[in-house]
């Protein structure tokens, strides 16, 4: 089970961890989504999640997060060592499952180019 553990440590929370990602990072649009990742120092991946209020309420807003972050923790397995990840969903942004969510961020990954190269990671 601890390999599908969400810590906090799997969080962008700081306002510098945002600002490093986004001055170093690169760009990837998706349908639904807006990204900006980039290699970090060490082997934790990272997602930070901003969603605007053009999304929805408050419920829809959290609601897409929780999607996210739950659809980040099942595939993480399958992204590289170090990855900070910024997620912005567009303004309406039709995710509304994890099926969606999932196939959401399958799409980010492969056009990114972010997949793990069928390196297993270890523990």
Same mark, same amino acid.
């Given at each position: 089970?601890?390999?599908?553990?969400?810590?906090?440590?799997?969080?962008?929370?700081?306002?510098?961890?945002?600002?490093?990602?986004?001055?170093?990072?690169?760009?990837?649009?998706?349908?639904?989504?807006?990204?900006?990742?980039?290699?970090?120092?060490?082997?934790?991946?990272? &997602?930070? #999640?901003?969603?605007?209020? *053009?999304? $929805?309420? /408050? !419920?829809?807003?959290?609601?897409?997060? =929780?999607?996210?972050? +739950?659809?980040?923790?099942?595939?993480?397995?399958?992204?590289?060592?170090? &990855?900070? #990840?910024?997620?912005?969903? *567009?303004? $309406?942004? /039709? !995710?509304?499952?994890?099926?969606?969510? =999932?196939?959401?961020? +399958?799409?980010?990954?492969?056009?990114?180019?972010?997949?793990?190269?069928?390196?297993?990671?270890?523990?």
């Amino acid at each position: 089970m601890k390999e599908f553990a969400f810590s906090r440590a799997s969080r962008l929370r700081l306002e510098k961890e945002f600002e490093a990602v986004f001055a170093a990072g690169k760009k990837t649009v998706t349908r639904e989504l807006v990204a900006w990742h980039t290699r970090g120092g060490g082997k934790e991946k990272k &997602i930070g #999640l901003m969603v605007s209020k *053009k999304t $929805g309420g /408050a !419920v829809e807003r959290n609601r897409l997060k =929780r999607l996210l972050r +739950e659809a980040f923790r099942l595939t993480r397995k399958e992204l590289k060592e170090g &990855i900070r #990840l910024i997620i912005y969903p *567009k303004a $309406g942004c /039709a !995710v509304k499952n994890l099926a969606q969510a =999932r196939q959401e961020l +399958e799409t980010l990954r492969q056009k990114a180019r972010l997949d793990n190269d069928g390196k297993e990671e270890r523990s």
